[in-house]
């Protein structure tokens, strides 16, 4: 089958982190490339960090994907970001699911004492937490609050995600057992026991998965200390976005971490990093998180063959030496891209 896929190609690194994917994806799918401008450079050229009209493109395309967006000295009027797409994307469109692959492969070296067996999934609610209170802060200059907001509605869907997500994996390497774990604060936060209470509710439809709930602060030990238990982690939005990022540098690096925004009719897909504008079009930065994105885009599209090409052939040229990762993260980009293309079978 032909794809049309809408393409951001971002700020910073991402411009070569996306011509790198291309190069990958172009060599396994068919596909229709329409570029689409947003992120940080397009908000000073325009003013919007998306226009409207890149927006009606990405609503008529099959998937979007894209690169790293912002920098940090371009700033909203309230000191926020204003290159960034998270507000824009994924609460206009709704996509609710951020779903975040945590997994050590083949060749890389852990800073745990694990050789192997890091392979669980963040599940991240995308549209409620305390993130949707983007720019809606309310204060002066003495105080400042931002509201966490949780519903039944959204609980329930993120839970189920969750749960359909995890029927689908092999279990936790620890064990083998099928497991959701819901990641929150319900000790101290009401919300957050609401959020437990409703993930409990879903759980029980599904018997033949184990579910348990941990505070966030034991979480965080546990994925150091005890990462293979883990198979899918569900949890509230800010809790995930930092989560995700202790679980890549328990594998590596975030450099090596894909991400997906998910909802019920778009989705678009991303590394989980920064725009890294400091090694910017020098050939340093390394495009395997955005090449892994665009395996989990063709697993949304239909094609899981052809993403399960690409990562085959991630892994294969890790274990062979091919693709060489400096201990600060970065490697040579289109070497990396080379070394995955002839890994392609």
């Known amino acids: ?39 940080a450079a397009a908000y000073l050229d ?28 371009v700033r909203l009027p309230d000191g926020t970001e204003a290159g960034l797409l998270g507000g824009i994307l994924r609460n206009g469109l709704d996509l609710y699911a951020n779903v975040r692959p945590i997994t050590l492969l083949p060749g890389v070296r852990s800073a745990l004492r694990v050789d192997d067996g890091i392979d669980y999934v963040i599940v991240r609610e995308n549209t409620e937490g305390l993130y949707a209170s983007r720019g809606k802060g309310v204060g002066n200059s003495q105080a400042m609050a931002d509201t966490l907001l949780v519903t039944r509605a959204g609980s329930e869907r993120i839970a189920r995600y969750a749960f359909e997500l995890a029927s689908t994996r092999q ?7 099928r497991r959701v774990t819901c990641v929150d604060k ?33 979480a965080a030990q546990a994925l150091v200390m005890s990462p293979r238990h883990f198979d899918v982690i569900v949890t509230e939005s800010m809790f995930g976005d930092i989560l995700s990022d202790l679980g890549g540098g328990t ?24 725009s890294a504008p400091s090694i910017a079009g020098q050939d340093k930065a390394n ?16 094609a899981p063959s052809a993403g399960d090409r690409i990562r085959a052939a991630v892994r294969q040229a890790l274990s062979n030496g091919s693709i060489q990762l400096n201990p600060d993260g970065t490697t040579r980009t289109r070497a990396v891209t080379e070394a995955v293309i002839g890994a392609l079978t």
């Open 1 to 39: 089958m032909s794809y049309r896929v809408a393409v951001i190609r971002g700020d910073g690194i991402g411009p070569e982190l996306v011509d790198s994917a291309l190069a990958v994806l172009e060599a396994v799918a068919d596909v229709e490339i329409v570029e689409v401008r947003g992120g």
């Open 251 to 274: 594998i590596g690096g975030v450099a090596l971490c894909p991400g997906g925004n998910i909802g019920a009719s778009q989705a678009y897909f991303e590394p989980i990093h920064g």
């Open 287 to 302: 495009p395997l998180s955005q090449i892994l994105a665009t395996a989990m885009m063709l697993d949304h599209l239909g």
């Open 46 to 73: 325009q003013g919007t960090a998306l226009a409207e009209a890149d927006l009606e493109v990405i609503l008529t395309a099959d998937a979007t994907l894209k690169g790293p967006v912002g920098l940090p000295d």
């Open 171 to 177: 279990g936790a390497p620890e064990d083998g057992v």
């Open 186 to 218: 319900a000790n101290v936060l009401r919300s957050m026991f609401f959020f437990r209470s409703v993930f409990l509710e879903v759980a029980a439809e599904y018997p033949g998965i184990e579910a348990e709930c941990v505070y966030v602060d034991a």
